[in-house]
């Protein structure tokens, strides 16, 4: 088998394998790519034209994937046959967060930026992306290991807003999910634990009406 079969291979049975409801994200390989789906929506993904992965379900986030440094184009074709596409540049010793969401016509493919993700040694740290287009009027909260009384993590924090990485000692982590004023969970992590020096992405999704949580390792 030839060197670039080997690969499309190794691709593709990483990008078939999704998380599951209460999954964690694995830490990924040097220069290397994942997709969230928050669009509502099945898709198939395509790196470079080639089928990479099959039916990357609602609210679900792709395991990581190893390409080489340098630009790619990566893409999802709903079952009409669409295709959507974005050129991101893979970068050596990272991976690259690719987020699907309903579009204006059709969907839109971005990349979730990193930055400020550099990790003190005896600390942890931890973002929220929302992107649940479907949620009612929410807030996000957080417990973290120097504080376990819950404080919000931005205010407002729209749909489509990224909070900054957040910075505590190591240990458990919790986000949530209420109504405006607090009240009940309505979502939750429950509890996250980040080690010393690693830090995590947690992604709000919409699964047909109901508020998921998705914990991204990084």
Not at 26 to 53: C, E, H, K, Q, Y
Request: proline content about 6%.
């Amino acid at each position: 088998m030839s060197n670039s079969r080997i690969a499309l291979f190794v691709v593709a049975a990483a990008l078939a394998s999704a998380c599951s409801d209460s999954g964690t994200t694995p830490i990924g390989a040097p220069s290397s790519l994942r997709v969230i789906n928050a669009s509502g929506v099945l898709f198939d993904v395509l790196i470079d034209g080639t089928v990479a992965g099959s039916t990357l379900g609602i609210a679900n986030v792709s395991a990581v994937t190893p390409i080489t440094a340098g630009s790619h184009v990566v893409g999802v074709r709903t079952s009409s046959g669409a295709v959507t596409s974005l050129t991101v540049q893979a970068v050596t010793n990272q991976t690259t967060t690719t987020v699907v969401s309903p579009g204006v016509t059709g969907l839109a493919v971005s990349v979730l930026a990193d930055t400020g993700s550099v990790v003190p040694v005896g600390k942890s740290k931890l973002r929220v992306a929302h992107l649940a287009a479907g949620a009612p009027t929410i807030e996000l909260w957080r417990t973290q290991p120097d504080f376990q009384t819950p404080v919000h993590i931005m205010t407002p924090f729209p749909y489509g807003a990224t909070s900054p990485y957040l910075q505590s000692d190591p240990g458990a982590w919790e986000v949530f999910a209420t109504a405006p004023g607090g009240g009940a969970r309505l979502a939750t992590t429950g509890a996250v634990t980040v080690p010393s020096g690693e830090r995590r992405t947690v992604v709000l999704l919409d699964s047909l009406g109901v508020l998921k949580f998705r914990v991204i390792a990084e």
